[in-house]
C-alpha cells in the first residue's frame, strides 16, 4: 500500500480553520447570553427568531425561505426551537403545514437578541476594518467565482483526475 493511500487527508483543510473560527465567535456570543441569563438560546436561532417577531407567525416553509435555507434545515431548527421553549407550531392553514410563532419566552428577549445582533454586526465592521481584506469581500469575490464555475463541477474536476475515485469499487 502506498504512503498516499494511508495518509489522513483530514490533516490539510483550508475551510477548517473558518469553520472553527465561527464556531470560537457563536461560542462567545453564546457565553453573552449565558451571562445575561438566557438559557436554550443558540446562536444559530436569533435570525429566525427575529424574523418572527418581525413579521409575525409564519409557516416552516415561509419562514424557510425568508431566511434562505430548506425546509428540511428549518423544520429541524424549528423542532429545536421548540424544545428549547422559544417557539410553538400548530397546524396552518392546511394539514400539510405547520404554523410558528414565538413563545412568550422569547417575545420577552427580542429587543435584546436585536441589540446583540446590532452589536455583533458592528463588532464584525470593526474587525474587517482592522484587516487588509474584508469578509464580506471574500464572500463576494467568492460567489462571483463560483457562478462562473461551480463548486460542484470543481470538485468533479478534480475527482476525475484521481484513481481512487475513478477506480472501480471491488
Do not use: C, N
Not at 47 to 58: C, D, S
Not at 70 to 92: D, F, I, N, P, Y
Amino acid at each position: 500500500m502506498a504512503e498516499e493511500d494511508i495518509a489522513d487527508p483530514t490533516e490539510q483543510s483550508a475551510w477548517r480553520p473558518l469553520r472553527l473560527l465561527q464556531a470560537a465567535m457563536d461560542d462567545d456570543i453564546g457565553r453573552l447570553y449565558t451571562e445575561r441569563g438566557i438559557d436554550g438560546l443558540k446562536p444559530s436561532y436569533v435570525m429566525e427568531l427575529l424574523r418572527l417577531h418581525a413579521r409575525g407567525p409564519m409557516t416552516i416553509t415561509e419562514l424557510a425561505a425568508s431566511v434562505d435555507r430548506t425546509h428540511s434545515a428549518l423544520s429541524q431548527k424549528v423542532a429545536a426551537m421548540r424544545k428549547a421553549g422559544l417557539v410553538t407550531t400548530a397546524t396552518g392553514d392546511d394539514a400539510r403545514s405547520k404554523k410558528v410563532t414565538l413563545t412568550p419566552k422569547a417575545a420577552a428577549i427580542v429587543d435584546r437578541l436585536a441589540a446583540e445582533w446590532r452589536a455583533t454586526e458592528a463588532a464584525i465592521a470593526e474587525l474587517e476594518a482592522e484587516i487588509p481584506y474584508a469578509l464580506g469581500k471574500v464572500v463576494l469575490d467568492l460567489e462571483k467565482a463560483l457562478r462562473r464555475k461551480s463548486f460542484h463541477d470543481r470538485i468533479a474536476e478534480k475527482l476525475a483526475e484521481d484513481d481512487a475515485w475513478t477506480r472501480a469499487a471491488t
